[in-house]
């Protein structure tokens, strides 16, 4: 995925607004209380990172942005709930 990918408005149940990428329209479950956006797939539940909208990985003893690489926080790269959607 690369930052240009188009970005889609979802409108939350508070009537607040988040972009997300075009690729997790359809996992996109809610918002965190941290204010990331949650996806789900199956049994899998994962955030997107606020600056590529994409998910974690892990990178010599850091959690990033699986796209660009940037360290991010750690939350991310473990188990994350939905506080709204």
Not at 5 to 26: C, H, N, Q, T, W
Not at 49 to 54: F, H, I, K, W
Not at 60 to 81: S, T
Request: aromatic fraction near 8%; glycine fraction near 12%.
């Amino acid at each position: 995925m690369t930052t240009m990918e188009a970005k889609f408005r979802m409108i939350l149940r508070d009537r607040s607004a988040v972009y997300i990428p075009g690729y997790a329209v359809d996992t996109f479950v809610g918002m965190s209380s941290e204010g990331y956006a949650v996806c789900k797939e199956g049994r899998m539940q994962w955030g997107l990172t606020n600056c590529c909208g994409a998910s974690a990985k892990g990178s010599m003893g850091a959690i990033v942005c699986r796209n660009c690489c940037e360290e991010i926080d750690p939350m991310l790269g473990g188990d994350i709930d939905v506080a709204a959607g």
